[in-house]
């Protein structure tokens, strides 16, 4: 079922398929690597993927005017963190041209 979106289990799917390795195994590497990476970033540490991406934590100023979107409310907002991923130079170019193709 091809809904544009790529789940962890259609993940854990793939690898199998393609490595043969026992699921529990692959679920467990994955989900694993996904704890390691939150982890990291609750220490406030940059985690870089050569060839994929950075992830890390930014700091987002409060406001004090800020607009609740479903009601209108002026509600004040204070500083949070923010998860951010900022694609490698791979990731880049491998995204570059797919969105030209299908906007033709």
């Given amino acids: 079922m091809d809904n544009g979106k790529l789940t962890k289990a259609e993940i854990i799917e793939r690898?199998?398929?393609?490595?043969?390795?026992?699921?529990?195994?692959?679920?467990?590497?994955?989900?694993e690597l996904f704890e390691e990476l939150k982890s990291a970033l609750e220490e406030d540490k940059i985690v870089e993927l050569r060839g994929f991406g950075t992830f890390e934590i930014r700091t987002r100023k409060g406001r004090e005017k800020a607009r609740n979107p479903k009601t209108g409310e002026i509600v004040p907002v204070s500083a949070h963190g923010v998860?951010?991923?900022?694609?490698?130079?791979?990731?880049?170019?491998?995204?570059?041209?797919?969105?030209?193709e299908s906007s033709s």
């Fill in 15 to 31: 690898i199998f398929h393609k490595l043969g390795l026992n699921r529990k195994d692959i679920h467990n590497v994955v989900d």
């Fill in 83 to 100: 998860a951010v991923f900022r694609p490698g130079k791979e990731l880049k170019q491998v995204a570059w041209p797919l969105r030209e």
